[in-house]
């Protein structure tokens, strides 16, 4: 099979299983683009074209694309929604929905995009990452998912995890980041010592068999943003995180990265 196809929806669950009660492992957001790599009854099993993440979606929400779309979109300077909630029109088909900060506008020319035949207008503020990452805009854009809901598998200011939290404010200063924290615990460099992060960098935290589980967001004096329950503040040190109002560590710390 040598399918591919986009997100054009809002928000799309990827699931672990071909069934609607199956665990959501991610979402695609909009404008995200996929390989289809098999298919079963009305589900359709997609590999992500910007992190190699694998899950089954509907396969009626997702627009078939060429492969020489695909492999265009792959090699664009990308463009991201840069307002927590903005509106997008899908002018083909005269209706408009909304779209959450991080989804991507492929192709954007002024106001304007288009996806094959799809053609899109997008009203709302616009992020283009440069080359250079500044930690002052990157901790500024993890502040902007304060008190997002915990969501297993998501990856919106409505409902995040933690890798997803920690990918997608990579993604708007420009650095990608694999899906799951284990995985992201195999890119960058490693650091010795919490004292040698800088704002900016993640911490990794393992469960009691050694497996990575958990990351964040190093700040400075002593603390770290992260979602767990909700994307929050708490205090960080070389034991791991340590939660005031539950009043003990509730992370055990494994690996600092720094990623840029």
Not at 20 to 42: A, C, P
Not at 79 to 92: F, K, L, M, N, R
Not at 174 to 202: H, I
């Amino acid at each position: 099979m040598n399918s591919f196809g986009f997100c054009n929806l809002s928000i799309v669950p990827c699931r672990k299983d071909t069934s609607d009660r199956s665990e959501m492992v991610t979402q695609l957001l909009f404008g995200e683009y996929f390989e289809i790599t098999e298919e079963f009854k009305n589900w359709i099993r997609i590999r992500s074209g910007i992190d190699g993440y694998e899950g089954w979606i509907d396969v009626k929400q997702h627009a078939p694309i060429s492969k020489d779309t695909f492999n265009t979109l792959k090699k664009q300077q990308p463009s991201y929604v840069a307002d927590i909630v903005s509106i997008i029109e899908d002018t083909s088909e005269n209706v408009s929905f909304p779209v959450t900060i991080g989804c991507l506008l492929p192709s954007l020319k002024g106001k304007e995009f288009s996806v094959d035949k799809k053609k899109y207008v997008y009203q709302g503020n616009v992020m283009s990452p440069g080359s250079k990452v500044k930690r002052s805009k990157l901790v500024e854009d993890a502040f902007t998912f304060l008190n997002a809901p915990y969501l297993w598998g998501g990856r919106t200011p409505l409902g995040i995890d933690c890798s997803g939290f920690t990918q997608m404010v990579y993604r708007l200063n420009g650095v990608a980041l694999k899906r799951d924290a284990s995985l992201q615990a195999e890119q960058g460099e490693a650091l010795s010592f919490p004292e040698e992060a800088e704002a900016g960098d993640l911490a990794f935290f393992d469960n009691e068999a050694g497996h990575i589980t958990h990351v964040g967001i190093v700040l400075d004096n002593g603390q770290i943003i992260h979602a767990s329950g909700k994307v929050h503040v708490d205090n960080f040190d070389h034991v791991g995180i340590y939660s005031a109002a539950q009043k003990r560590y509730t992370h055990s710390l494994r690996v600092l990265k720094k990623m840029f």
